[in-house]
């Protein structure tokens, strides 16, 4: 059903999409200015992007699958700018709500092993691990763990220059 309406909408879905990535690196900006109340609302949303994850990729299926139930053939997995997108904006807000970049792109890496291996350990979900998923989430987790980091950096020097230029 939802690749249906990605498949017949595909311009209005990528515009989204891009608008939602601006959005959250402005948003993201906005919160590092907010100091502590904005860690706090950037680890709420930052979860709420993890449930959004774990419900795409571990809601069963209709039909439980047969045969083979891992895709193990490497093929162009950063097209899949699905995946890349699923991964990436929660990873931007898990960085500027613990501000520990090199801890996140593990995690999220072991993560999205961990959500291929569940579909790999669970048929009856109708789910199917795939190489080119996990590449693709791991991809968008470290996008967004650099873009993160770097808008950290951005909004802290300017912070730093206007408090320099006002003293």
């Given at each position: 059903?939802?690749?249906?309406i990605?498949?017949?909408?595909?311009?209005?879905?990528?515009?989204l999409?891009?608008?939602?990535?601006?959005?959250?690196?402005?948003g993201a900006?906005?919160?590092?200015?907010a100091?502590r109340?904005g860690?706090?609302?950037a680890?709420?949303i930052a979860?709420a992007?993890?449930?959004?994850?774990i419900?795409?990729t571990?809601?069963p299926?209709?039909?439980?699958?047969d045969?083979?139930?891992?895709?193990l053939?490497?093929?162009?997995?950063l097209?899949?700018?699905?995946?890349?997108a699923?991964f990436l904006?929660p990873?931007?807000?898990?960085v500027?709500?613990?501000?520990?970049?090199?801890i996140?792109a593990?995690s999220?890496?072991?993560?999205s092993?961990?959500?291929e291996?569940?579909?790999?350990a669970n048929?009856?979900?109708?789910?199917?691990?795939d190489?080119?998923?996990?590449i693709?989430?791991?991809?968008?987790?470290?996008?967004g763990?650099?873009?993160?980091a770097?808008v950290?950096?951005?909004?802290?020097?300017?912070?730093k220059r206007?408090?320099?230029?006002?003293?």
């Amino acid at each position: 059903m939802i690749s249906t309406i990605i498949i017949e909408n595909f311009f209005l879905v990528r515009l989204l999409l891009l608008a939602g990535f601006i959005g959250a690196i402005v948003g993201a900006g906005l919160l590092v200015r907010a100091g502590r109340r904005g860690r706090v609302i950037a680890a709420i949303i930052a979860g709420a992007g993890l449930v959004v994850v774990i419900a795409l990729t571990l809601t069963p299926d209709t039909y439980p699958l047969d045969g083979v139930v891992c895709y193990l053939v490497v093929d162009s997995p950063l097209w899949d700018i699905l995946n890349i997108a699923l991964f990436l904006v929660p990873a931007i807000f898990i960085v500027i709500a613990v501000r520990k970049p090199i801890i996140v792109a593990a995690s999220g890496i072991l993560f999205s092993a961990l959500i291929e291996f569940l579909q790999y350990a669970n048929p009856w979900f109708g789910r199917r691990c795939d190489v080119n998923d996990f590449i693709a989430n791991a991809a968008g987790m470290l996008i967004g763990v650099v873009i993160g980091a770097i808008v950290i950096a951005v909004v802290t020097r300017r912070q730093k220059r206007a408090s320099a230029s006002s003293a």
